[in-house]
């Protein structure tokens, strides 16, 4: 420390030692120069001054000889401490007359033929003396010259007096300032290193910022000085580096299987119960003439979560929706699933016409989703739909409590059709751990607070041990949106909310797929290229384009349609050789929104197929009906280009299911900028879907992009869609909730400890 302050304060010292050398040398000789110039120029006046006094008498003495007259004259005027001696030389030169200390070595000066006042400066034994000649005239005659010999010494004093008052002046102001540096950079290194300290505890990194922390939050640390910002910027990177290097090392980051969750499960929660709600069930039932078949629903969030419940057993509960589903359940509402090979229970919850209208169609469909989307569709809320919301979410929590086994069961609540259920399933159970997953955008706090029961929503989401989201936008929205709406005190950097003496840890959990196992009976590339042209009646080397959806305004599938029309027009040479296959899965039919758009998409299909159609030949093939898996796969792989041009999505998980599809790694995505999964695939041809000619352009480079280019971006993607799964999304989601039941376990330990103590007095 000792050493550092004398470094620091050599920092100082040296400048300034600098500036005083550059100032004995320079400044103070031009000083001396300046300052000896004034005096001179003071002396001449008072040479001229004295001249002017002595002349007429002169002038009377010396054409009488009065040797004495005149000896006293100068005798008097030499009385003055500065005159030293006086003098008076004839024309020729000699010296006549002189006051008595008259310098020998002075003599006659000068002996110029003309008047004025001749004047230098001479060093002699007693020092410095200014010597002036001035003439004495009697009429037009010049009687000769008076030479006045003036001490200079004072000068040279008075420059010695001024130059040590100078350097004393700055000496002690080098001390001082050097002190001063010294206290401030010593305070200054204290405060810099409390801040670091504090950063690497945490404190800073998490501590309340005013921007999202309401008036209400106790007081807390104080916020980090603006000069800090910059370091806790590095500090947290260096942080989260040095965190995903120890999570590396744990094997935390490797590679998620469906094994590895398990193993995590029996470790981390062992025996804990798992629970998941949902509206959509994974499988429905459904009466055809055939008898009674099973289908999975088009939905991102069946794909995602059937994966991790297959991994992890336990019990779904969900809408029963399907026309045969009450025919297939046990005394229990139970079906063990997937039909083909059970690993885990589904549980039916039975909703009336009216609560569905409500609770689904109404308020989840009409009002939270285009609520949450940029679509530009208007959110509809009615307090009916509302009543039934509240109603349905208080029957699911209830079936929930119900299948609980124990106090403290794992609760995995998906999407927004549930934002009450988790305070509901807490004010029965406590001790559960529920983890909330938001599978849709969350809007802007703004756009939020259109929705009537913004408040309650937001307090029933807060019931929730852990809330997701998919991306770190996403969850900054709600934690901006909580703090506009809610009483709570939030921590942005540590992303947690404290709301009713509970806490709420919100992350963003980017969802994925199950990355497909090797299957030896799916057919090859060749082969589905070929199977699908013939189907559709095409040459095998006509070019496809493939998208697939859920029939929805917010999938961008008219903005689609426009970028496949405006490439025709761009490359005439593309007609007849290029069609768009559209996969869409009637979705949300018995709303007018939906069915005014599915009547608009097909408009736009027979339009353009009029126009650039010829023949057998169509542009753009739509198939708006529920697909197998399988064809799926077989679309997936035998298409040049997959495009996802959604408006506004959560992720998107048809564009990760296209990578997965091509093991050739072949094909090009094309993704619109406003999904999720733009975040994390960069490879893809990245647009804008409300810029027409941009998703021309793109949908026409994907198309001639060289083999060499496919493969290389196709590749990168893979490798990033298998690591980044749908096994890692639920292993993070339960590693953080396995944290916090080991955090609530020891407090509760440490509660009933120390109760124990105080009840024996202790
Ligand atoms: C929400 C969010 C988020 C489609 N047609 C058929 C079919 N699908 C499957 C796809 C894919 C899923 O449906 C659609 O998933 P998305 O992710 O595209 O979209 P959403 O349904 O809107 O899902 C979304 C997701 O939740 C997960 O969190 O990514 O942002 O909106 O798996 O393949 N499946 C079958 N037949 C079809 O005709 N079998």
């Known amino acids: 420390m000792i050493v550092r302050s004398l470094r620091m304060s050599l920092r100082f010292i040296l400048p300034l030692a600098l500036v005083l050398g550059l100032f004995a040398y320079i400044v103070v000789p031009l000083l001396d120069n300046i300052t000896l110039r004034w005096y001179v120029r003071d002396l001449d006046s008072r040479a001229e001054l004295l001249a002017g006094t002595l002349r ?35 024309n020729a030169g000699h010296l006549l007359y002189q006051s008595l200390e008259y310098p020998a070595s002075i003599g006659c000066w000068s002996t110029p033929s003309t008047g004025g006042l001749y004047k230098s400066l001479a060093q002699l034994p007693q020092g410095q003396v200014h010597i002036s000649e001035t003439p004495v005239m009697q009429d037009t005659s010049q009687l000769g010259r008076l030479v006045l010999v003036q001490d200079m010494s004072f000068v040279e004093r008075r420059n010695t007096d001024t130059k040590r008052f100078i350097f004393a002046f700055l000496a002690v102001l080098a001390v001082l300032i050097s002190l001063m540096t010294v206290f401030v950079a010593h305070l200054s290194w204290r405060g810099w290193l409390s801040a670091v300290k504090d950063i690497l505890r945490g404190e800073l990194l998490s501590k309340n910022n005013p921007a999202v922390t309401t008036d209400a939050a106790p007081a807390a640390a104080p916020a980090p000085p603006p000069e800090m910002q910059p370091l806790i910027g590095d500090l947290r990177e260096l942080l989260q580096e040095y965190h995903l290097e120890r999570q590396g090392e744990s094997g935390w980051s490797s590679d998620w299987t469906p094994d590895k969750l398990r193993a995590l499960l029996e470790a981390d929660l062992a025996g804990d119960q798992v629970l998941v709600v949902s509206n959509r069930e ?22 995602a979560v059937e994966a991790v419940m297959r991994a992890c057993s336990g019990t779904w509960i969900a809408h029963g929706a399907g026309s045969a589903d009450r025919e297939t359940v046990d005394k229990f509402d139970h079906v063990p699933v997937p039909p083909d090979k059970p690993s885990y229970t589904l549980r039916r919850v039975w909703l009336t016409e009216e609560e569905e209208q409500g609770y689904y169609y109404g308020f989840a469909n009409e009002g939270m ?6 679509a530009h569709v208007r959110p509809v809320f009615r307090s009916s739909d509302w009543e039934q919301y509240v109603k349905v979410n208080q029957r699911f929590a209830d079936a929930v409590i119900a299948e609980a086994k124990t106090d403290n069961p794992v609760v995995l609540v998906q999407d927004y059709h549930f934002a009450l259920l988790p305070r509901m399933v807490r004010a029965a159970l406590p001790k559960a751990t529920i983890i909330t997953f938001w599978h849709i955008p969350w809007p802007n706090s703004e756009s939020f607070g259109i929705c009537p029961w913004r408040e309650e929503i937001l307090d029933g989401l807060l019931g929730s041990t852990i809330l997701g989201f998919h991306t770190p936008f996403h969850r900054k929205n709600f934690l901006e949106t909580v703090d506009r709406y809610l009483e709570t005190r939030i921590e942005p950097e540590a992303s947690t909310i404290f709301y009713g003496g509970e806490m709420t840890q919100v992350e963003d959990y980017p969802i994925s797929i199950a990355w497909p196992e090797d299957n030896p009976e799916q057919p090859d590339v060749a082969i589905c290229r070929a199977q699908i042209r013939a189907e559709l009646g095409l040459p095998f080397d006509h070019l496809l384009g493939i998208g697939v959806d859920r029939l929805d305004y917010t999938k961008g599938i008219v903005e689609r349609f426009q970028a496949v029309e405006r490439m025709l027009e761009q490359q005439p040479g593309m007609v007849g050789h290029f069609t768009f296959v559209q996969i869409a899965a009637p979705s949300r039919a018995a709303l007018d929104e939906y069915q005014s758009f599915d009547a608009r998409v097909r408009k736009m299909v027979e339009r353009i197929n009029r126009r650039f159609g010829s023949g057998a030949y169509l542009p753009i093939v739509l198939k708006a009906e529920h697909h197998g898996q399988d064809d799926l796969q077989r679309y997936f792989r035998a298409s040049e280009v997959c495009m996802v041009t959604s408006l506004h999505d959560g992720m998107n998980l048809v564009a ?5 599809a091509r093991d050739d790694e072949m094909g090009v995505l094309v993704l619109s900028q406003f999904t999720g999964a733009a975040r994390e695939l960069h490879e893809a041809l990245i647009i804008n879907p409300y810029h027409i000619e941009q998703g021309a352009d793109a949908l026409y480079r ?36 396995a944290r916090l039941r080991q955090r609530d376990k020891v407090m509760t330990k440490i509660d009933a400890h120390s109760r124990i103590k105080r009840r024996k007095g202790l």
């Open 56 to 90: 007429p008498s002169l002038a009377q003495y010396l054409p009488e000889n009065d040797a004495q007259r005149i000896g006293e004259l100068f005798q008097g005027a030499t009385r003055d401490e500065r005159l030293i001696a006086i003098g008076f030389c004839d």
């Open 282 to 303: 994974p499988y429905i039932h459904t009466k055809t003439d055939a008898g009674i078949t099973v289908q999975r629903p088009a939905s991102g969030l069946v794909t």
């Open 369 to 374: 989703w285009p609520l949450c989307h940029i």
């Open 656 to 660: 990760k299911e296209f990578i997965a």
């Open 702 to 737: 994907a198309l001639v992009m060289p083999p060499v280019e496919q493969r290389e971006r196709m590749k990168s993607m893979r490798a990033r869609v298998k690591h980044f799964n749908v096994y890692r999304w639920a292993g993070r989601m339960l590693l953080d909730a």
